[in-house]
């Protein structure tokens, strides 16, 4: 290791040495050949990343209308348009709430079923791929099947609620209980995803703090829990939460199956409005309008999870 | 170890953790179970777990009638695999760079990776359909495959994963007289198959179920992707025929849920480690 190291040295005062036109050279080189490994990602970061981005704020401004002769500059009058539309503050609200219902609930189950799993020594592989099936398995044909299981007359959840006496539901439907319920579904498909990350971050404790604990006088699991693993996991808890968010923001493929929105646009969410004014009616001015919001709404959550990254490796 | 087993807190702990994987799989069993049963089982006011009578022949043959099920399925294939492989083919040489190599305007090149990972698809979906429309490439392949042959986030990834390489390495390959462009494919590449597998799992699971950009992307049936024509198949038989119904959905689910089972690890592995992003 001396040997190469010293042959490094060498080799960098024969090149401290070498005339300086050759160093350019040299560097001249490196430089072209870093242009050409990197051009094809470059041109297509700024055809398809940069440019639609900026594309999509310059869009927000214009009343652009595909299939339309001409288009003008509006200034902030899409802008506008959402902020006195009823359907948008609903499209916004109903996101946010779903949100709200999906992170909590799929953050309480990925923690709760992670800490059973490790609790024990038998099975943990098997409970840990039977939850994470959903995680991967075709959301859209999934909802299909949710969507029989919860028809109002034929539906296997009405059915069982039958059976222990209870009243059936019109579960999509309804009003009230169509956004929890594409939540539910929400939350069945993501809490295998957070369950994996728990389970990361409960094997990486290291054992000799429960047996401090143990020292200490924290005699049940219970005050173990609390005194070690729940502290130890508050970093790995905030890092799933924002990524749940994040998640959960782009809830989209359920609600164009199952509810289109509806009824009385009670499932209407953020995603579906950009996609129907952007997709059915063709209005991208508009369409672009809600993508910057969505887009702000994500930035937003990134940046606070880039902070979070930030601070662990500071720590480590 | 028995013992172990037969504690009471392991009993409850089994019982509980039996009884939620119960829940979890119940829209898959019942998937499976409405795909094997006849017309008159499904429209049932009560609950039969297993049909009297199997349907199995006739529920999945109307389903592969009615919907060019396979053709689904090979343009799932073909989309997914061109699409992992070209972002191979372009994030290695980029990260390669990024990690190995001194050039003037590095920083701002990796700062715009980082800047790029955080543009989610769907905000961008409205001017890359124009795009699209006006280069006349919307309804085909490429118009499928295309958006994603650039992953910020592949390129990220392998550059962190190139930095551990020891420039050892490099120099040695370039006193071998190795071009740069040999040296990413035959020295870099090797070194890096465990990163490249986790991102190719993610990769293709994530664009496998994709349904926003296809449904966006494509109109004619011959392109469609799985999610994309099972949807349109739910829409042209809502509500009516549920056997074929689900056994189109079984079968558009099936190649995962195999693959999955087959490698269980490097899924999870590769999903929660890309998924982070």
């Keep these: ?316 | 170890m028995n013992a172990r087993i037969c504690s009471p807190w392991e009993i409850l702990r089994h019982a509980v953790l039996l009884t939620v994987a119960a829940i979890v799989l119940l829209p898959f069993i019942w998937m499976i179970v409405t795909s094997l049963k006849p017309q008159s089982e499904i429209f049932l006011s009560e609950i039969r777990w297993w049909p009297e009578q199997l349907h199995v022949v006739e529920n999945y043959t109307k389903a592969f009638e009615r919907a060019p099920l396979v053709r689904y399925l090979l343009n799932g294939v073909i989309v997914t695999v061109l699409i992992f492989a070209l972002q191979a083919l372009i994030a290695l040489p980029a990260a390669y760079a990024l990690a190995k190599l001194r050039f003037w305007g590095r920083d701002a090149v990796f700062a715009m990776v980082l800047f790029c990972i955080l543009i989610p698809a769907q905000a961008i979906a409205v001017p890359v359909f124009l795009l699209f429309h006006h280069a006349g490439i919307l309804d085909t392949y490429a118009a499928l495959i295309v958006p994603f042959t650039i992953s910020a986030f592949g390129i990220f990834l392998m550059r962190q994963f190139f930095l551990t390489v020891p420039d050892d390495l490099v120099d040695a390959a370039r006193m071998d007289g190795i071009s740069e462009f040999g040296i990413v494919w035959r020295v870099m590449l090797p070194t890096a198959i465990p990163a490249l597998t986790a991102f190719g799992v993610f990769s293709i699971v994530a664009h496998w179920n994709d349904y926003f950009w296809p449904l966006i992307a494509v109109n004619s049936q011959e392109l469609f992707t799985p999610p994309v024509g099972v949807a349109t198949f739910r829409n042209e038989e809502a509500g009516t025929d549920y056997g074929p119904l689900m056994a189109a959905a079984t079968v558009i689910i099936a190649p995962l849920i195999i693959a999955f089972l087959l490698a269980q690890r490097r899924f999870i592995e590769g999903i929660t480690f890309s998924g982070m992003k």
Aim: neutral net charge; proline residues 4%; hydrophobic residues 55%.
């Design chain 1, 1 to 316: 290791m001396a040997d190469v190291a010293l042959a490094r040295e060498i080799d960098a005062n024969i090149a401290q040495g070498a005339r300086p036109h050759v160093r350019l050279r040299r560097r001249r080189m490196m430089s072209m050949t870093a242009a050409v490994l990197l051009a094809p990602a470059l041109v297509l970061m700024a055809l398809l990343l940069i440019g639609p981005v900026l594309a999509v704020l310059l869009m927000s401004f214009t009343d652009y209308q595909l299939g339309a002769p001409t288009w003008s500059l509006v200034g902030l009058e899409n802008y506008i348009e959402l902020y006195g539309d009823r359907v948008f503050w609903t499209s916004l609200t109903n996101t946010l709430l779903y949100v709200a219902i999906v992170v909590p609930s799929s953050i309480a189950l990925g923690l709760g079923l992670a800490l059973l799993i490790e609790s024990g020594s038998t099975l943990r592989a098997f409970y840990r791929s039977i939850f994470f099936i959903p995680v991967m398995a075709t959301l859209i044909a999934m909802a299909i099947s949710w969507e029989y299981m919860l028809h109002p007359q034929f539906g296997l959840i009405n059915l069982m609620l039958k059976e222990i006496g209870l009243p059936a539901q019109a579960w999509l439907s309804d009003p009230v209980l169509a956004l929890p319920t594409i939540a539910a579904i929400g939350i069945w498909q993501l809490f295998g995803f957070n369950m994996v990350l728990f389970l990361a971050g409960i094997v990486s404790i290291p054992s000799h703090l429960y047996e401090a604990a143990v020292m200490d006088g924290a005699r049940s699991a219970w005050s173990r829990f609390w005194l070690v693993t729940w502290p130890m996991l508050g970093p790995v808890t905030v890092f799933v939460a924002v990524i749940s968010a994040i998640r959960s923001f782009q809830v989209f493929d359920t609600v164009h199956v199952l509810t289109k929105g509806g009824p009385s646009k009670a499932t209407e969410v953020l995603l579906y409005s950009m996609y129907s004014e952007g997709f059915e009616f063709f209005r991208s001015g508009l369409a672009a309008a809600i993508a910057v919001v969505f887009l702000c709404f994500v930035l937003l959550l990134t940046i606070i999870k880039a902070r979070l990254i930030e601070k662990k490796v500071h720590y480590s």
